[in-house]
């Protein structure tokens, strides 16, 4: 089994090193920023409007910024994109050689772990969100980070663990800075 640092795809017979520009933690910062940017803007539209629906369930803001915040931007980008997005293409790949059905198969169960997974009934450090909600982030996740794993895959440029967790850690910083401004300036502590 590969590492989570490793290319996922066989490189041509004749590319020696050079398939794997940038080495094996390098992260490909032009489709991270691409997918990054994808997420930042279908994520809180599709938010906006399950607030206009009246969908969005106001739960209580987080008990520990500081814990919501090292969980956000550290601990679940690198968790969630290897259980989520590495280990079901890895599982995949023993079974399926037609590389379309791999990764379609590897999408459908990424989409249904990770939307499952941001549905929480709110805790110390989670706050609480609704199935509407955490279809909203899953899907919208799924789509751009799984977006962010197949597209660096394939260019062989950059890892494509690494590059979809920074994605990930770049857009969860940016909720937690939205969630630390919501909370100072509604004064919800």
Not at 3 to 19: I, K, S, V, Y
Not at 151 to 174: D, I, V
Request: with cysteine; aromatic share 14%.
């Amino acid at each position: 089994m590969l590492f989570p640092d490793q290319t996922t795809e066989a490189a041509p017979p004749n590319a020696g090193n050079a398939g794997r520009a940038g080495g094996r933690f390098a992260v490909n910062w032009r489709y991270c920023l691409r997918c990054l940017l994808a997420q930042a803007i279908l994520c809180p539209l599709g938010l906006m409007l399950l607030w206009l629906c009246g969908a969005v369930d106001n739960g209580p803001s987080p008990a520990s910024l500081p814990l919501l915040a090292v969980l956000a931007m550290l601990v679940a980008p690198v968790m969630e994109t290897f259980i989520f997005f590495y280990l079901p293409h890895q599982f995949f790949r023993l079974f399926i050689k037609n590389q379309s059905w791999l990764w379609g198969l590897s999408f459908a169960a990424t989409t249904l772990l990770f939307t499952w997974d941001h549905h929480t009934s709110g805790n110390t450090a989670i706050p609480h969100r609704n199935w509407p909600m955490a279809l909203d982030v899953g899907l919208s996740g799924s789509f751009c980070f799984f977006a962010c794993f197949y597209l660096t895959a394939k260019s062989r440029r950059g890892s494509p663990f690494w590059t979809t967790a920074a994605c990930h850690a770049l857009y969860n910083t940016g909720v937690t800075a939205f969630v630390a401004a919501q909370m100072a300036l509604t004064g919800t502590h």
